[in-house]
C-alpha cells in the first residue's frame, strides 16, 4: 500500500507569511498532483508535476517533485485569506489508474 | 464546459438503510471515479468505472458498489448503512489517459455529504 505523508498536518498563519508544505512517500511515482479543497466542496487540481527534479511555479504558488519522484513540496510566498483551505497531494503509480492522496495539510491564513 | 455534478448534495438516513448516489461526469470524460472522505481517514479510493466497467476497486467492504451507465453516468449504492459510513462522498471524473497526455488528472465534483444516524 503506497502511503503518501504530509506534513504539516495543520498549519495557521498570518496574511503575508511564506509557508510550506511537505508531502513524502516511499514509493515512486510517474506523477504527483496537487489539490485545494474548500469547506464544502470538492477538492481542485492546482498543478501535475511529472518529471523528477520538476519545479511549476503558479503565481505565489511553487510546487516541486523530488529527484527521486518520491516526494513533493508546495510553497506559498505571501500567503493570502483566500489560500485557506485543504491542501493534497496524490500520487499516480502509472499501473493501477486510481491515485492515493495524502493526509492533508489545513492550512488557515488570518488577516 | 460544465462541471462533475453530484446529487443529491445532503442526506441524512438511519443505520441499516441504502442510499444511491449519482454522478454526472464532465462531457467528454469517460472515466468515474468514487472516494470517501472522512475526518480521520482523509480521502480514500472507493472504485473506478471506465465504460461501464468497473476497473479498479478500493479496500471497502462488499456493502459498497457501485455501476456506470452508457452515457458515463455513474451511481453508487451503499447498503445496510452503518454509522460510520457517514462522511463526504466525492465523485472525480478524468479524460481517458491517451487524451490526457497519461496524466490522471481527476476533476472532481462538489460532494453528497451522507449523515447516518
Known amino acids: 500500500t503506497q502511503l503518501l505523508e504530509q506534513s504539516p498536518q495543520f498549519l495557521s498563519i498570518q496574511e503575508g507569511e511564506n509557508l510550506t508544505v511537505y508531502c513524502n512517500s516511499s514509493s515512486v511515482f510517474s506523477s504527483l498532483q496537487w489539490y485545494r479543497q474548500e469547506p464544502g466542496e470538492g477538492p481542485v487540481l492546482l498543478v501535475t508535476?511529472?518529471?523528477?527534479?520538476e519545479v511549476k511555479k503558479l503565481k505565489r504558488l511553487t510546487f516541486q517533485f523530488g529527484d527521486a519522484r518520491k516526494d513533493s513540496s508546495l510553497h506559498i510566498t505571501a500567503a493570502q485569506p483566500g489560500d485557506t483551505g485543504l491542501y493534497l497531494c496524490?500520487?499516480?503509480?502509472?499501473?493501477?489508474?486510481?491515485?492515493?492522496f495524502g493526509t492533508g495539510t489545513r492550512l488557515q491564513v488570518t488577516l | 464546459k460544465a462541471g462533475v455534478t453530484q446529487t443529491p448534495r445532503y442526506l441524512i438516513k438511519t443505520r441499516g438503510q441504502q442510499v444511491t448516489l449519482s454522478c454526472s461526469p464532465i462531457?467528454?470524460?469517460?472515466?468515474v471515479s468514487w472516494y470517501q472522505q472522512t475526518p480521520g481517514q482523509g480521502l480514500q479510493f472507493l472504485f473506478e468505472?471506465?465504460?461501464?466497467?468497473?476497473?479498479n476497486k478500493g479496500n471497502f467492504p462488499g456493502r459498497f458498489s457501485g455501476r456506470q451507465f452508457s452515457n458515463s453516468r455513474s451511481e453508487m449504492n451503499v447498503s445496510t448503512l452503518e454509522l460510520g459510513d457517514s462522511a463526504l462522498y466525492l465523485c472525480?471524473?478524468?479524460?481517458?489517459?491517451?487524451?490526457?497526455?497519461?496524466?490522471?488528472?481527476?476533476?472532481f465534483g462538489p460532494g453528497t455529504r451522507l449523515t447516518v444516524l
Open positions: 462531457s467528454g470524460h469517460r472515466s
Open positions: 472525480a471524473s478524468s479524460l481517458p489517459l491517451r487524451l490526457a497526455g497519461a496524466l490522471n488528472e481527476q476533476f
Open positions: 496524490a500520487g499516480d503509480t502509472g499501473t493501477a489508474s486510481k491515485l492515493t
Open positions: 468505472y471506465f465504460s461501464e466497467t468497473q476497473r
Open positions: 508535476v511529472v518529471t523528477g527534479g
